[in-house]
């Protein structure tokens, strides 16, 4: 009982306050926050702009300019905007992270104009520290006219003075910021880099703005103007292009967005890239510049566009150099997915010629977005170009040729059968490329009553003709010679009639022979145990087979040897020579193999006639 006296008794803790280190603050935004010192330029712009449109929110007639005047280690940025009183310096300049633009500091009759603000985070201004070691503001209210001027000087070690002045120092309301470098950040502060920074920042602007007499602002954007013709606005946005990325585009599309706020052009690579290639965009947030390196953007399959688009919908992050992930991004980005899928479209009904210009670097990203949205399937299926046994088609044409659509999944599978599958009227599409067999597959789904048929050994050598029995009966000592030289590598010997004649054996095996053959081979160099674990996994796949010609005059001559060792010998160079036909890669006994066998008929034939 006394002991829950006393701890009622005693006093509630005191409150404390948290205490901020200025320089150590000022590290991390400049090494961790923002990527680049250059922010600071932004900051200060969109300060400026923002104080404007405070004070337009109540007087509409209000002066709209930002002159900014550098020299050599110091910068002068004014604004016709709303200003500051002695108060407003206090509470929201001296307080980090406070910010008269979020919903908790705006006063009242400035509500309905938030969303037009460009800074929301109050720590806009302590950008500047990382350029400069010190930072003066003066400024005047608008609201209150009558009220002084106010100067607040603040320095990098986190101290700050504030005075009043008289209505002289200040005649019209607004706000004057000076910046004096640091030591080593003077560069950044020269008249020839804050015109740079300024035009590549503020080139949207709203409001008049200029670095001395030249302007930064270039109004309407080049989206936004007219021309007097489709063409002339094509050259015009491709020199924009040029000048803002460094490449001449393929063509430009319309990214205009009302209902989300986004107006912009998306501009088609020159050259193919990688889908894998992370796409950066030019992002503007009200005119100001976002960030030139927005990933998130489009979609992934879009990897063939640079965009560049202002956006009132999206949300920046702190740093105010890239995109907040949230559903308004997610919305914007299939919207803008859906414009450029347009694109396609119209271009595949109205303008082939461009189309197939396009087709030509950016069929990977097309195929890629079509693997997913049978539309689009459905509209490139007359231009997307695939590797066929009939040349380069497309999947339509080649259908349209063939009732059965084989195809094969890899690259190496295609280049084993498909000389041997032309000769015999099996029409074979090579699906080893990016995103091919996934098309093919789906081609049923777009193109009712297409049969589609992966094609494997067993239906390359059924579409073989059989040897007269007669014939192969006769062949048996032959044939049980060769087999018994390429049993040990796993492949079997098949006696065939194809055409053309020209090819004397053909390689063929699949996936499951071919997991078969490296199981097989990990199992001879494995130690006792693993190989009786590999072993338990030997299944029934087929193996290899090395399909031997009998129309071809090689191969008859070599069935009428009668030297088993001879026989074994050239089994083993048609062996090689079909793996190297088919470009397959080499295991080491298949290079060993063909050594073996090359030095073997070097021998032979070198030999005189009664070594032979």
Avoid at 326 to 349: F, N, P, Y
Avoid at 561 to 585: C, F, H, K, N, V
Avoid at 593 to 603: D, P, Q, Y
Wanted: net charge negative; charged share 25%; aromatic share 6%.
């Amino acid at each position: 009982m006394d002991s829950q006296t006393s701890q009622s008794s005693q006093a509630p803790p005191s409150p404390h306050t948290f205490q901020v280190d200025l320089r150590g603050l000022v590290d991390l935004l400049s090494h961790h926050l923002y990527s680049s010192p250059k922010v600071y330029l932004r900051e200060l712009l969109q300060n400026a702009v923002d104080a404007i449109t405070a004070r337009r929110a109540e007087q509409p007639d209000a002066p709209a300019k930002v002159r900014l005047y550098a020299q050599e280690g110091t910068l002068r940025v004014e604004d016709s905007g709303v200003g500051l009183t002695e108060a407003d310096v206090h509470t929201l300049l001296a307080t980090i992270g406070r910010s008269s633009k979020r919903a908790d500091g705006l006063q009242d009759g400035l509500q309905e104009v938030r969303s037009d603000f460009l800074g929301q985070f109050g720590i806009g201004l302590l950008a500047c520290f990382v350029v400069a070691e010190r930072i003066r503001v003066v400024s005047r209210s608008a609201r209150t006219p009558e009220a002084a001027p106010v100067e607040w000087t603040a320095s990098d070690d986190g101290s700050y003075t504030v005075r009043t002045l008289t209505h002289e120092a200040r005649p019209e309301p607004g706000t004057t910021v000076h910046l004096t470098a640091r030591a080593g950040a003077g560069e950044w502060l020269t008249p020839e880099r804050v015109l740079t920074l300024a035009r590549d920042f503020g080139s949207l602007l709203p409001y008049d703005v200029r670095v001395g007499d030249e302007a930064v602002t270039d109004l309407p954007a080049p989206w936004d103007r007219p021309y007097p013709s489709p063409a002339t606005r094509r050259v015009a946005l491709a020199r924009h292009c040029h000048d803002l990325f460094g490449f001449t585009p393929l063509d430009s599309i319309e990214l205009t967005v009302p209902l989300a706020g986004i107006r912009g052009v998306a501009y088609v690579l020159p050259s193919a890239v990688s889908p894998a290639t992370r796409a950066t965009h030019r992002v503007h947030l009200k005119g100001m510049l976002l960030t030139e390196r927005a990933e998130q953007l489009l979609p992934d399959w879009a990897f063939f566009v640079r965009c560049v688009l202002d956006t009132d919908s999206l949300r920046p992050t702190a740093s105010r150099e890239s995109l907040y992930e949230d559903e308004t991004l997610a919305a914007v980005r299939e919207a803008l997915g859906e414009k450029i899928r347009s694109w396609l479209t119209g271009l595949a009904a109205g303008d082939p010629e461009r189309l197939a210009a396009f087709l030509s670097v950016h069929h990977l990203g097309v195929k890629s977005l079509a693997r997913h949205d049978k539309d689009m399937l459905r509209t490139m299926l007359p231009w997307l170009p695939f590797e066929t046994t009939d040349g380069q088609l497309s999947l339509e044409e080649f259908a349209q040729r063939h009732p059965v659509v084989h195809f094969t999944r890899t690259v190496e599978e295609y280049r084993q059968v498909a000389p041997i599958a032309s000769a015999q009227g099996v029409g074979v599409v090579n699906g080893g490329y990016t995103y091919d067999s996934d098309l093919v597959e789906a081609l049923p789904s777009v193109r009712p009553g297409t049969v589609v048929a992966e094609l494997d050994t067993d239906t390359v050598t059924a579409h073989l003709d059989a040897v007269d029995p007669a014939d192969e009966l006769a062949l048996s000592g032959f044939l049980a010679a060769a087999r018994a030289r390429l049993d040990p590598l796993g492949c079997d010997v098949v006696l065939r009639a194809f055409r053309p004649l020209s090819v004397p054996a053909l390689h063929l095996d699949d996936r499951s022979a071919r997991h078969e053959q490296a199981r097989a081979e990990a199992e001879a160099q494995a130690d006792d145990l693993w190989a009786g674990i590999l072993g338990s996994l030997r299944g029934s796949a087929p193996r290899a087979r090395l399909v031997l010609n009998h129309l071809n005059p090689l191969i008859r001559r070599i069935s009428s040897l009668g030297d088993p060792e001879l026989i074994g010998t050239a089994t083993e160079s048609l062996y090689g020579q079909a793996l190297l036909m088919a470009q397959r890669p080499l295991r080491p006994a298949d290079s060993a193999l063909l050594n073996r066998a090359f030095m073997g008929l070097l021998e032979w034939a070198t030999n005189g006639e009664e070594g032979r």
